[in-house]
């Protein structure tokens, strides 16, 4: 089993910036990729970015150059530096772990970007 705890979310303006982290406990050592999704309402959760084990980075279209994913293996923590908020990045984020055969999900924190 492998446990996320995710913080760093809250109110910003637009154009502002957060970061969010993701601290994972319990069987780290089969977790082979990390990563973000969120979930706006009324809308599908989606992919904002991951990394893998050996630091390989994947990000969303809407997000490329604005967010960026970084790991800390001896923290077993993985941030989401967001820059460049907009309206549109309003909504609830969640973290993601996968292993071969398991998938694990934080409890989700919420971001709002409003003046």
């Known amino acids: 089993q492998v446990q996320l705890v995710e913080s760093g979310g809250g109110l910003v303006q637009p154009g502002g910036s957060l970061r969010l982290s993701c601290a994972a406990s319990g069987s780290i050592s089969s977790i082979l990729i990390m990563g973000w999704y969120r979930q706006a309402p009324g809308k599908q959760r989606e992919l904002v970015a991951t990394?893998?084990?050996?630091?390989?980075?994947n990000y969303a279209d809407s997000v490329k150059g604005r967010f960026t994913i970084s790991g800390d293996n001896a923290k077993n923590t993985v941030y989401l530096q967001m820059n460049s908020l907009k309206p549109g990045d309003t909504a609830v984020y969640y973290c993601?772990?996968?292993?071969?055969?398991?998938?694990?999900w934080g409890q989700g924190t919420q971001v709002t970007v409003s003046s």
């Open positions: 990394i893998t084990r050996g630091g390989s980075t």
């Open positions: 993601n772990a996968r292993g071969v055969t398991m998938v694990y």
